[in-house]
T-cell receptor
Framework: EAAVTQSPRNKVAVTGGKVTLSCNQTNNHNNMYWYRQDTGHGLRLIHYSYGAGSTEKGDIPDGYKASRPSQENFSLILELATPSQTSVYFC????????????FGAGTRLSVL | GQQVQQSPASLVLQEGENAELQCNFSSTATQLQWFYQSPGGSLVSLLSNPSGTKHTGRLTSTTVTKERRSSLHISSSQTTDSGTYLCAIDPWGDGSFNKLTFGAGTRLAVCP
């Protein structure tokens, strides 16, 4: 069973503060993704990565940075958090040919006050 | 931008009834997947069905690519089926899922 672990599970941050969301996968997947989910919206892609050292912009990258230091780890960084970034964030991993699907973490609920 | 519309937005059933969920998308997609999100928030892939009909357990998905629509049929619903069902497509039509676009989901509640 594919495993994707996110930390922290819940986070309260202050406006203007720096927030780092972490994701670890033990599936040896090349591709990893960060999505956010808001009420009334589906998941929206923020950043993704093809492998260690690579990061690509998704559909809504503004205000976010990503880092992929290794095959297993993919971080989402909010340098200057804003209340509009209050959301639930999901990390996922996957590869073409690996059952052709994505494996999601449990999510991180972020509140920016 | 690419659009994925799901209907109905919510659905309430009695246990044992069947459910029909719809997904319409605005572009040709070579990758279409259905996901289930539990009431607790966890997400799992149910099946991938870019075209034709596919079955798994009590789930049947039918995708008509040229009409840009897919359906998910849940037979003999159970209370444990309650949650949100999300449809996602690959808007670039290149067969990858690097930039899946998700619909807002159908929230299903199955009552005992």
């Amino acid at each position: 069973e594919a495993a994707v672990t996110q930390s922290p599970r819940n986070k309260v941050a202050v406006t203007g503060g720096k927030v780092t969301l972490s994701c670890n996968q033990t599936n040896n997947h090349n591709n990893m993704y960060w999505y956010r989910q808001d009420t009334g919206h589906g998941l929206r892609l923020i950043h993704y990565s093809y492998g260690a050292g690579s990061t690509e912009k998704g559909d809504i990258p503004d205000g976010y940075k990503a880092s992929r230091p290794s095959q297993e780890n993919f971080s989402l960084i909010l340098e200057l958090a804003t209340p509009s970034q209050t959301s639930v964030y999901f990390c996922a991993s996957g590869d073409r040919g690996h059952q052709n699907t994505l494996y999601f973490g449990a999510g991180t609920r972020l509140s920016v006050l | 931008g690419q659009q994925v519309q799901q209907s109905p937005a919510s659905l309430v059933l009695q246990e044992g009834e069947n459910a029909e969920l719809q997904c319409n998308f605005s572009s040709t997609a070579t990758q279409l997947q259905w996901f289930y999100q539990s009431p607790g928030g966890s997400l799992v892939s149910l099946l991938s069905n870019p075209s034709g009909t596919k079955h798994t357990g009590r789930l049947t998905s039918t995708t008509v690519t040229k009409e840009r629509r897919s359906s998910l049929h849940i037979s003999s619903s159970q209370t444990t089926d309650s949650g949100t069902y999300l449809c996602a497509i690959d808007p670039w039509g290149d067969g990858s899922f690097n930039k899946l676009t998700f619909g807002a989901g159908t929230r299903l509640a199955v009552c005992p």
